[in-house]
Every structure is written in C-alpha cells, then in structure tokens.
C-alpha cells in the first residue's frame, strides 16, 4: 500500500470504529432502559470514549457516585500489572464492588 492510500484507509477504519461504538453503545443504553422499566430501578447510561480507569473515575466523582461497580477482569496480564477494579479500588475514593 503506498503512502498515499494509507491515511485514507486509517481514516475509513478510525471512521468504522466509532459507528461500531455508538451501535454498541446504542444497544446498551436500550437494553439498559428495558431493565429499567422492567424492574423500576432507575438508570443513568453515559457512553465515553478513554481511558476505563480515567474515565470511570472522572464520571464518578462528576455525579458524585456512593459507589461503584465493575466486572473481574478475566485477562491473565492483568494479574500483574493490576486491572481495572485493582486500580479502582486502590483509588480509594468510593466503595468498590467487583462482580465476576
């Protein structure tokens, strides 16, 4: 591929990523909004681009949360470098729940 075609095509890829987040994002708010109505627990469903961990805290401590809850990372990595929910919990900031 010469260099001429390549930004285009990182173009159409970076264009082809976002439309796959905002379809899955589209999907979860919806699915989100059913259990909501089906089991009358109120919801507020944001969809942000980053960093998990940055962003997870960032909202947290927008909305002022008493709490939150992730799921266990299953990748093996992450045992040594910490995960998600480790990096949370070490945040100290609110109560951390780790589902599996």
Known sequence: MSAGLAAPA???AVAARREADEQTADDMRRRAEEFSREFGVPIAFMAVRGDPFTELRRVADEIRADAVVVGASAHAGH???GSLAVRLVKAARWP???VP
């Open 96 to 98: 951390v729940t780790v």
């Open 79 to 81: 045992r040594l470098v």
């Open 10 to 12: 990182a173009a159409g």
